[in-house]
């Protein structure tokens, strides 16, 4: 069975730092291109950062390029979203999400607030 | 990037009726067009692949058509577990974008 364990969402400050990891298991995560996908307060889904499998590149909304890096660690099965530059507008519920063709696993997510 | 456009935002519907919603993309994306269903508090779920493959895990009511530019998916008899958020996704090319969504509620 395929799990998705988000962690490290909280509360930070405009203009500050917080780094979101995701926690795999269940398929082989080397081989899977993964993505974080948000969604703020009562909004739709928006795709923020996607990383390729086996090496492959890596890929970012418009929003978030430049002050958001996605990496990940095979050895470790986990994904990591590195957010600085924090703003107000990033505010939402971050999802891990597995696949690329297409995308077919979700974390439950994990909540950032950037509030002052 | 592709432009996803979802219509209607909001679709009231029935019991027992037939709901029928619509993704159109800027561009051509193939076959590689997904839908989601998404019920409050919880994360979206893969309803379906390649256009037209339903997730197992979903019933038949459930259907997916078209190709290119212009997708559909249609819900044939709207059970109560069936209101939800339906957003339609492409994943032809990075970045993968979604539609606004559509809200399918109780009539």
């Known amino acids: 069975e395929v799990q998705l364990l988000e962690s490290g969402g909280g509360l930070a400050q405009p203009g500050g730092s917080l780094r979101l990891s995701c926690a795999a298991s269940?398929?082989?995560?080397?081989?899977?291109?993964m993505s974080w996908v948000r969604q703020a307060p009562g909004k739709g889904l928006e795709w923020v950062s996607g990383?390729?499998?086996?090496?492959?590149?890596?890929y970012y909304a418009d929003s978030v390029r430049g002050r958001f890096t996605v990496t990940r660690d095979d050895s470790k099965r986990t994904l990591t979203l590195q957010m600085n530059s924090l703003r107000a507008e990033d505010t939402a519920v971050y999802y891990c999400?597995?696949?690329?063709?297409?995308?077919?696993?979700w974390g439950q997510g994990t909540l950032v607030t950037v509030s002052s | 990037e592709i432009v996803m456009t979802q219509s209607p935002a909001t679709l009231s519907v029935s019991p027992g009726e037939r709901a029928t919603l619509s993704c159109r993309a800027s561009?051509?994306?193939?076959?590689?067009l997904a839908w989601y269903q998404q019920k409050p508090g919880q994360a979206p779920r893969l309803l379906i692949s390649?256009?037209?493959t339903r997730a197992t895990v979903f019933p038949v009511r459930f259907s997916g058509s078209g190709s290119g530019t212009e997708f559909t998916l249609t819900i044939s008899s709207l059970q109560s577990e069936d209101f939800a958020v339906y957003y339609c996704?492409?994943?032809?090319?990075?970045?993968?974008?979604f539609g606004q969504g559509t809200r399918v509620e109780i009539k």
């Open positions: 999400v597995k696949g690329r063709l297409p995308p077919d696993s």
């Open positions: 269940g398929f082989i995560f080397s081989n899977a291109a």
């Open positions: 990383i390729g499998g086996s090496g492959g590149g890596t």
């Open positions: 561009q051509s994306v193939g076959s590689d």
């Open positions: 390649g256009a037209s």
């Open positions: 996704q492409q994943y032809n090319n990075w970045p993968l974008t």
